[in-house]
């Protein structure tokens, strides 16, 4: 059950994400900002702290009982978002702490903190959903 319901809201985000990230890094792969270790240094600093407001973020549960009908849908699929930007936000600190040591890797950390931006934009806000 819950799995379906991670698909159902997450499948569309993924594929926009991933999609998003490829661009961002084709248009980023030969800006000189993309080969600074200072640069990506400070990303990773930025990442680390967004990581772990994120995972703090993402660990709060509702506390509505889950035999309300229909009373918490709304609340797990904010849940889910922000898990969502929990694991985006890791992943680009991930990448853009290895950036600073492999200059190679220097647009895919550009690439996923642009999206990384967009990811914790729409966990904060989402989609606009009716009462």
């Known amino acids: 059950?819950?799995?379906?319901?991670?698909?159902?809201v997450l499948w569309a985000p993924v594929l926009l994400m991933i999609l998003a990230t490829l661009g961002v890094h084709e248009a980023t792969e030969r800006l000189s900002?993309?080969?600074d270790s200072t640069v990506m240094g400070l990303l990773s600093q930025f990442d680390g702290t967004a990581t772990t407001v994120f995972v703090a973020l993402a660990t709060l549960r509702?506390?509505?009982?889950?035999?309300?009908p229909g009373g918490n849908a709304r609340m797990w699929r904010r849940s889910v978002r922000f898990q969502f930007?929990?694991?985006f936000a890791l992943a680009a600190f991930v990448v853009a702490t290895?950036?600073?040591h492999y200059t190679d890797?220097?647009?895919?950390?550009?690439?996923i903190n642009v999206t990384t931006t967009t990811t914790?934009?729409?966990?904060l806000v989402g989609p606009i959903e009716s009462a």
């Open 1 to 8: 059950m819950r799995i379906k319901f991670y698909a159902r």
């Open 33 to 35: 900002i993309s080969r």
């Open 62 to 68: 509702t506390s509505v009982r889950s035999e309300t």
């Open 85 to 87: 930007a929990a694991a």
């Open 98 to 100: 290895a950036a600073a």
């Open 105 to 111: 890797l220097g647009s895919w950390a550009v690439a």
């Open 120 to 123: 914790v934009l729409w966990a």
